[in-house]
């Protein structure tokens, strides 16, 4: 079975409800729950769970010993538990030893490895929240096959928790969805309507090339292998780059390097005269205050760019740091507040925000500054229908309003969309 | 990150076949003879015999080797200097201090060379009744640590991103790290408890007797080891007393 619906229509309440995780002191819970007909707590034997970060799932530093942690919970003998590891691992096609580092896999063999530590202890309804939420398309389609593998070879229950739901409809027999005053069940052979459908975006024409890389390419201190090979692009006024490739070919890197946070190891970034701080055109040896009205970055994770305790103060922060008066500063962070829908949490903590909220605001914060240049990082990342179509639009009215927009981004959507031109790593 | 704070599994080197708990006692077995003396040729005798066990703990390349002891080595080497300059133990004396400071440290790293923490867990709880709800948890918490360290470089340049950046000034650059250490340590706590859902999730609360899946068993090999140690701290000491050197710290009534 899935459970969809937009952020914040109350799916990991439920998901938590179900685990038996809400605490009791912290929660008013009405209506009954029951797992087996017991309340979930008693019987969180029987469930196993699947949750959004592995690095907050895994245990241990070996994957068997991972896999053998919740075994030894139960307090089972070793000559029990080792069969029941190798089996578990075999469940969800791991493809390496026992004594493989758990710190060496990517995110979605940790999920594959989470998996076979749930299933180790043979649950009954095995419960995931979103547990490709912080994957990329290669490790989602990891998670994704192990699950499939977990359900055709089990008779375990399978509840899955997604605003994504069509990557999973091939693997449930049924699709519920949380909104607003209910749950609704969609009948069999229900899709999502496509999230682009019916989306229509301001036009722009390109203007002038605002900040260009020529042949920059990145190597870690103490490595061999580049980070990114020698890459030239050229970002235009008006217009959405798109840089798209498959993971560990230095997207990212690339990114850092246009946002002038890392300054390239072979090669060069070059802003467009007009933009040159006294002269100097390489966006790295700005100062930060410089930097911020030139070109604006947003971060995959949004939190780590949070600096205040108040979503109007961390409007304010970069108008300020950049040398605006205060009034000028709360004039842009009320205007902000106002076209992005946030002005209801105004003297709220960025911190207490939704997923999609948080990253509407991190957009925000780069847009108070106004930047010629915005770059940012899987813009789209873990975002429902809904926040992704705001976003889109958001994007589209600052290439509009002659914004020169660089997104990497694994989103196919988005690049659809969206991207006027993409290079692709 | 760098390979002195990657806290993965240890390399199998022929000390890890030795029982963590061994290795532990012997620390122990030694440290006590340091402890006792305040002369310069007990921890001489001491730091020798460590060092022999460099190359069985894989510690054989010098770069690899001055990557995980140099601020232990520039720690002795201050106290040395510092004794030297001010306090009146004379050259000799700041030597001894300087050694028996590397003396009482060499066990740590030889043990975390050679010792996969797991093992190390295991170790103490299945000899020594450590509470495994302290050792799994450490266990956990110390996966964290890597993570934190990348975590570390992002916050940073995510504060460049905002005009946040400290400059040349010292002292903005203190108070720049203070707050990247914040919202790190505000992440960490965030994640520790996720961490801590998702293990009770796995039984870890349930109140059953916890089993060990890998188990720890003392041979006679650690046995001798600590027999080693002890063989190596009374020689220490027999030779420091032989040579007329021999300083106790607490001269009995």
């Not at chain 1, 399978?158 to 209910?182: K, M, N, S, T, Y």
């Not at chain 1, 790295?284 to 970055?297: E, N, P």
């Not at chain 2, 305040?38 to 390349?61: F, I, Q, R």
Request: proline share 7%; aromatic share 4%; with cysteine.
């Amino acid at each position: 079975m899935l459970v969809t619906g937009a952020s914040g229509a109350g799916k990991s309440t439920l998901f938590a409800a179900l685990a038996g995780l809400l605490d009791p002191e912290a929660a008013e819970v009405t209506g009954e729950l029951a797992v087996d007909g017991e309340p979930p707590a008693a019987a969180r034997d029987r469930l196993g769970l699947l949750m959004q970060d592995p690095d907050a799932q895994l245990v241990m530093t070996r994957a068997g010993d991972d896999v053998a942690f919740g075994l030894e919970n139960a307090g089972l003998p070793p000559e029990v538990i080792w069969p029941r590891v190798d089996d578990a691992l075999a469940a969800v096609g791991w493809r390496y030893g026992r004594d493989r580092p758990t710190q060496a896999l990517s995110g979605g063999e940790k999920q594959r490895l989470v998996l076979a530590g749930a299933l180790a202890r043979r649950p009954g309804l095995l419960l995931l929240d979103e547990p490709t939420a912080q994957l990329d398309p290669a490790g989602a389609a990891v998670v994704r096959e192990a699950v499939a593998r977990v359900v055709v070879a089990r008779g375990t229950t399978l509840l899955v928790v997604d605003h994504d739901a069509a990557p999973w409809l091939p693997l449930v027999d049924r699709v519920v969805e949380v909104r607003e005053g209910g749950l609704v069940e969609h009948p069999p052979g229900w899709a999502p309507v496509p999230r682009a459908a019916g989306l229509v975006l301001p036009a722009a024409t390109a203007g002038p090339a605002r900040l260009g890389a020529e042949q920059a390419g990145f190597t870690y201190r103490g490595t061999t292998t580049p980070a990114l090979r020698p890459t030239s692009l050229q970002l235009h006024a008006s217009t959405v780059t798109a840089v798209t490739g498959p993971n560990g070919t230095g997207k990212s890197t690339l990114a850092l390097l246009l946002a002038g946070l890392r300054a390239p190891t072979t090669g060069a970034v070059r802003a467009a005269p007009e933009l040159a701080v006294r002269g100097e055109r390489r966006p790295h040896r700005w100062r930060a205050g410089d930097l911020v009205t030139r070109i604006g970055t947003v971060f995959q994770q949004p939190e780590h760019q949070f600096l205040t305790g108040r979503l109007r103060d961390e409007l304010e922060l970069g108008p300020l740091r950049s040398g605006s008066g205060s009034a000028t500063a709360r004039a842009r962070a009320e205007e902000l507040l106002e076209r992005l829908g946030l002005a209801p949490f105004a003297d709220a903590n960025p911190f207490t925000l939704s997923g999609g909220q948080q990253r509407r605001l991190s957009v925000a914060t780069a847009l108070a500054t106004a930047p010629a240049v915005l770059v940012l990082d899987e813009p789209t990342f873990g975002q429902d229908a809904a926040t992704w179509r705001e976003l889109v639009t958001l994007l589209a009215e600052q290439r509009a309003a002659g914004c020169a927009v660089a997104a990497v981004t694994h989103d196919r959507d988005l690049v659809d969309v969206l991207a006027d031109a993409e290079v692709g790593l | 990150m760098t390979a002195s704070l990657s806290l993965g599994p240890a390399p199998d080197v022929p000390l890890s076949r030795i029982n963590p708990c061994a290795q532990v006692l012997a620390a122990v077995a030694v440290s006590l003879a340091l402890l006792a003396t305040l002369d310069a040729v007990t921890p001489a005798v001491v730091v020798a015999a460590e060092l022999c066990l460099l190359p069985a703990a894989g510690l054989t390349d010098p770069r690899t080797l001055l990557l995980r002891t140099w601020p232990l080595l520039l720690g002795a080497g201050t106290l040395a200097v510092v004794n030297v300059v001010l306090g009146d133990a004379g050259l000799l004396g700041a030597l001894g201090i300087a050694l028996r400071v590397v003396g009482l440290a060499l066990p740590g790293v030889l043990l975390v060379a050679s010792t996969d923490p797991v093992r190390l867990a295991d170790a103490l709880t299945v000899h020594w009744r450590f509470p495994p709800r302290v050792a799994v948890g450490s266990l956990a918490a110390l996966r964290l640590v890597p993570l934190l360290v990348a975590e570390f470089e992002t916050v940073q340049l995510a504060r460049r991103t905002r005009g946040v950046e400290a400059g040349r000034n010292p002292v903005a650059r203190a108070r720049l790290v203070a707050g990247i250490a914040f919202t790190l340590l505000v992440g960490a706590v965030r994640r520790a408890g996720r961490l801590a859902t998702a293990m009770d999730a796995r039984g870890f609360d349930s109140g059953i007797r916890r089993t060990n899946a890998r188990g720890s068993v003392l041979r006679a090999r650690d046995h001798l080891f600590v027999a080693g140690a002890v063989a190596v701290a009374a020689v220490a000491v027999t030779t420091s007393v032989l040579a007329g050197t021999w300083a106790p710290l607490f001269v009995g009534g």
